[in-house]
């Protein structure tokens, strides 16, 4: 990880901390291009924050001279809440060929979570690349360390082959 991206993520996390204190059983989530790993020396860091109350308006502030763009949403009274508040690093956005739309996949607290619908799955690890859910398995492939897919396995529809929507996420194994 190069300086710019670890700066980057040092802010990210003390911000998002700050944000969770100021908004008790909020979620933050990490977008744009440092969540997808494509930061560099004039990336600025984009926010999701996602509050039970309501939403403050967009702002934007500027910590040791880097941009961090906040944009908050209400949460959905439909929409499960995530099982924790932390902060949902992104890992991928997922498409399967014979399947409309995408899936995400998050890291928070150590955890991988599944996304989908607008609500997040905590992944129960069963094998060091076999993941369940509910109603479901999820298998990763990898190369090297890096996940470039995954298949999901339904009751309903097994075997279903997801592979990157767009470029290479960076999700590493912890």
Do not use: K
Request: with cysteine; aromatic share 4%; glycine share 8%.
């Amino acid at each position: 990880m190069n300086d710019h991206v670890a700066l980057r993520l040092a802010l990210t996390h003390s911000t998002a901390r700050g944000l969770l204190a100021a908004h008790p059983g909020a979620r933050v989530h990490l977008t744009g291009a440092l969540a997808h790993g494509l930061a560099h020396a004039r990336s600025d860091i984009d926010l999701l924050l996602i509050t039970p109350d309501t939403p403050p308006p967009v702002t934007a502030v500027h910590r040791q001279q880097i941009r961090v763009d906040i944009t908050a949403i209400p949460l959905r009274e439909e929409a499960t809440p995530a099982p924790t508040s932390g902060v949902h690093t992104e890992a991928g956005t997922y498409r399967c060929p014979d399947l409309p739309g995408t899936l995400r996949l998050t890291r928070c607290d150590g955890r991988l979570h599944l996304w989908r619908r607008g609500t997040a799955d905590p992944l129960t690890p069963t094998s060091p690349d076999t993941y369940t859910g509910p109603g479901y398995t999820l298998d990763l492939r990898h190369n090297g360390p890096h996940v470039t897919g995954f298949t999901l396995n339904l009751s309903r529809a097994p075997d279903l082959v997801y592979s990157p929507a767009r470029g290479r996420p960076d999700l590493t194994q912890e």
